[in-house]
């Protein structure tokens, strides 16, 4: 669940004998504009100064404090965070499976110098930001977020080109190739075929390249789509179930609550409580993603009314990015036994597999 804080762009403050704490979901993205400070993670110190872009995971228990040379004077900065999981809708099903490599990577503060044309490009976008806090205001802040993580998916992809060998290329040529409606959609034996090979070294395949089943793989891409649709309160949650692949309303409920920590039900009042304090009307609200003409979803029906279900299948965005590295999902895995028999959605059939 997005944190309170997400997307939106605060002023801060800290004097001499005092601490800022650097707790939460998500990434805290700290922008120092006078004062010297210092960032503290894991028994590690490092040095900030005016300029610097700070990049931190909430995780990490990373506390910001002024620096002792700076002799009493304050720190001020602006800042702000982002959350991982809201920001899956903007990658491709590859992107997805490594972007956690990435943000598991902030884990480790890491600073961006004000003499990097990085640092410097994101405080330009910091100070264009609008007061208001709306569309624009949030898509001048994910500017800044796609600035960052696109240097370091360039990074991590030069890192792993000297990785793969020739059979690594083919197995990443033809992953790279799908589309995500066939990656959820076709068989195991029919992905097989794709990859030239049998059922059962497909899988080994997976385990042996990338750490993760077929079926992890299509789960976690499945659950992401369902967060993304339960943003819009016109569609049942059953409904979203079914467009997701699942055939058990209770098996979606329990796969979701693994992965998210909520329920669909209790993820979507959470969604409208906040939506209602950052004063949205309900009754036009629609896909943030889909508005900006940013979601990745482009074959789902986003309109008033609408019920999401894919219009067009086939024009689902390749897969792009490379992926060499071991792909970090996390594997929702799940029966809905533990907790009585679940309810069937059109009467028959489990969780597509």
């Known amino acids: 669940m997005p944190p309170q804080n997400h997307l939106t762009l605060q002023v801060g403050s800290i004097a001499s004998s005092e601490g800022w704490p650097c707790e939460g979901e998500g990434l805290f993205l700290i922008f120092v504009e006078s004062g010297r400070g210092q960032i503290t993670a894991f028994s590690n110190q490092s040095s900030l100064a005016p300029g610097d872009l700070l990049v ?51 884990r480790a503060p890491k600073i961006y110098s004000a003499s990097q044309p990085a640092a410097s490009q994101c405080h330009s976008l910091i100070r264009q930001a609008a007061e208001k806090q709306d569309l624009i205001h949030r898509s001048h802040l994910l500017q800044v ?8 998916f360039w990074s991590w992809q030069q890192k792993q080109s000297t990785l793969g060998d020739s059979a690594d290329d083919h197995t990443l040529q033809v992953f790279e190739q799908l589309s995500s409606d066939e990656l959820l959609t076709m068989s195991v034996d029919e992905l097989a075929a794709k990859f030239g090979c ?33 943003r819009d309160p016109r569609v049942k949650i059953i409904n979203v179930a ?28 959470t969604l409208r409580e906040q939506s209602q304090l950052a004063g949205k009307s309900k009754d036009t609200e629609q896909c943030p993603l889909k508005t900006s003409g940013i979601c ?17 299948p086939s024009s689902s ?20 036994a533990s907790r009585g028999r679940p309810r069937p959605i059109g009467g028959q059939g489990e969780v597509i597999p």
């Open 296 to 312: 990745p979803l482009s074959g789902v029906n986003h309109s008033p009314g609408g019920n999401h279900r894919q219009t067009n």
């Open 145 to 152: 977020v796609a600035l960052l993580l696109s240097g370091e």
């Open 198 to 230: 049998s059922r059962r070294h497909l899988s080994r395949l997976f385990h042996q390249k990338f750490g993760v089943s077929v079926a992890a793989l299509r789960m976690e891409i499945r659950l992401l789509k369902a967060s993304s649709i339960l």
């Open 56 to 106: 931190v995971s909430g995780r990490s228990e990373a506390k910001l404090a002024v620096h002792p040379s700076a002799a009493g004077a304050p720190l001020a900065f602006r800042w702000f965070t982002v959350s991982s999981d809201s920001l899956f809708p903007l990658f491709s099903p590859g992107e997805v499976s490594f972007i956690q490599n990435i943000i598991q990577g902030f």
């Open 242 to 269: 079914e467009q997701c692949g699942f055939n058990h309303l209770g098996l979606f409920n329990t796969c979701f609550k693994r992965r998210f920590g909520q329920t669909p039900g209790m993820w979507r009042n």
């Open 317 to 336: 965005a390749p897969i792009s990015g490379s992926i060499k590295a071991r792909l970090m999902v996390e594997a929702v895995k799940g029966s809905a």
